[in-house]
């Protein structure tokens, strides 16, 4: 399981929202092996004056956060991680300093999903590997 949040200035954000959900998607399916049919992304469109972030940084500043169950190995996250950075830069034009990526991973006993506890659930992929 995967909800992953996306933040960024809405002039260059809202314009892309369909593109950077199509590479996140493809990410997390080529990393975790996440089933294809899975996508669960919300963005966070801002003004600018309401997002604050470093100098240096451009009007691309993009954060994608990901919380998902925990599990996954150190060189799957970093296979995400790095798919991001490559993909996002060739199909939404983000560069590497604009964009920050966070992974927040919770035990499934954290989870409440189809009204049970996500530990309780039969999932059709695999968590741990």
Avoid at 24 to 39: E, G, L, N, T, W
Avoid at 48 to 53: H, Q
Avoid at 89 to 98: F, R
Wanted: with cysteine; net charge neutral; aromatic share 14%.
């Amino acid at each position: 399981m995967a909800q992953i949040k996306v933040y960024g200035v809405d002039e260059r954000l809202n314009p892309m929202k369909e593109k950077i959900s199509e590479v996140i998607h493809s990410c997390v399916v080529d990393a975790f092996q996440y089933p294809p049919d899975k996508r669960f992304h919300r963005f966070f469109p801002m003004r600018k004056e309401d997002f604050m972030f470093a100098n240096g940084r451009s009007d691309a500043y993009t954060i994608i956060e990901v919380s998902m169950f925990e599990g996954r190995s150190v060189e799957a996250k970093k296979q995400f991680i790095q798919l991001l950075f490559q993909r996002i830069g060739e199909y939404a034009g983000i560069k590497p300093n604009d964009l920050e990526i966070t992974i927040f991973e919770t035990p499934k006993q954290n989870w409440g999903i189809r009204g049970m506890s996500a530990d309780e659930l039969q999932l059709n992929y695999k968590v741990n590997w």
